[in-house]
């Protein structure tokens, strides 16, 4: 594992397929300009709209995501985070014909050579009465991942661990992760507006310092439709939970580097995980 830059994009979606992809592609650009190696995009990065709209498009919206993260990956030379689009679920279940076909929340990571590195089916399923009166029941059109996520080991950035936003709220996961050497965790989401200001920036410094590993956390930020609002704040967090990038409230991108010498520093002087009882 070497130094490098990474880049975490923070991006506004809608329910327009080629118009997020276009503004995920300028913000690819910026961060390579910035002189970012690894470059993570957020929780439905291609479409963000209601499940229903989903579900219909999902076979096209799952083709062109894929083809658009290994275009992009090989255009800019750059490993390339997907972090979550929807992929039709279609030998696993039956659905009937009144009803959509449901789909898995997918992470996708891409090498610089345009090959599938990992990839991750989001656990946990955001259904939620909040308080400000939205209700969330991604349960209705997305099925949960079964497959505990994999540890990818890349050579030169180092064992990259996957997952999408609510599965932040679950930190046996991350511990999964870390048992099984992750360096970097991956937490792209869609995190709203609501319980971002409170739990955002907390749970994700948690989950760094309890794992001693760097987080990853792109965003979504503002305004995706009257009702749905997302908190932003894409970030990069040290393995101290120190906050080295954060993109604040706008569209942009987040940019810092990861560092070998800092985990090896932050892991010898606070060796928890090798004091783990349970």
Request: charged share 20%; proline share 6%.
């Amino acid at each position: 594992m070497k130094s490098y830059l990474a880049g975490a994009v923070q991006m506004t979606s809608v329910p327009d397929l080629d118009k997020n992809l276009a503004q995920a592609e300028d913000l690819i650009q910026i961060a390579v300009n910035r002189g970012a190696e690894l470059v993570c995009l957020p929780e439905n990065f291609s479409f963000l709209g209601n499940e229903e709209q989903k579900s219909k498009l999902a076979p096209e919206i799952a083709i062109q995501s894929e083809k658009f993260l290994i275009t992009m990956a090989q255009r800019y030379q750059i490993t390339l985070l997907g972090g979550g689009f929807p992929v039709p679920v279609t030998a696993k279940v039956e659905e009937t014909s009144d009803r959509p076909q449901k789909m898995y929340n997918t992470a996708l990571l891409v090498s610089p050579e345009g090959l599938e590195l990992s990839r991750y089916r989001k656990m946990h399923l955001f259904d939620v009465n909040l308080p400000d009166g939205n209700t969330y029941r991604e349960s209705e059109a997305v099925l949960a991942g079964s497959d505990l996520p994999v540890v990818y080991q890349s050579p030169s950035l180092g064992n990259l661990g996957l997952s999408v936003c609510y599965d932040v709220r679950f930190p046996e996961l991350y511990r999964h992760l870390a048992a099984n050497g992750a360096d970097v965790l991956f937490v792209p989401a869609a995190f709203t507006a609501f319980t971002g200001k409170d739990h955002w920036q907390v749970l994700l410094q948690a989950r760094a310092i309890e794992n001693t590993c760097y987080v990853i956390a792109p965003a979504q930020v503002g305004r995706h439709n009257p009702r749905r609002q997302s908190h932003g704040h894409a970030m990069i967090i040290d393995p101290w939970g120190v906050v080295l990038a954060d993109a604040g409230d706008q569209i942009g991108v987040a940019v810092a580097e990861i560092q070998p010498s800092r985990l090896e520093q932050v892991r010898r002087q606070m060796p928890s995980l090798k004091h783990r009882v349970l």
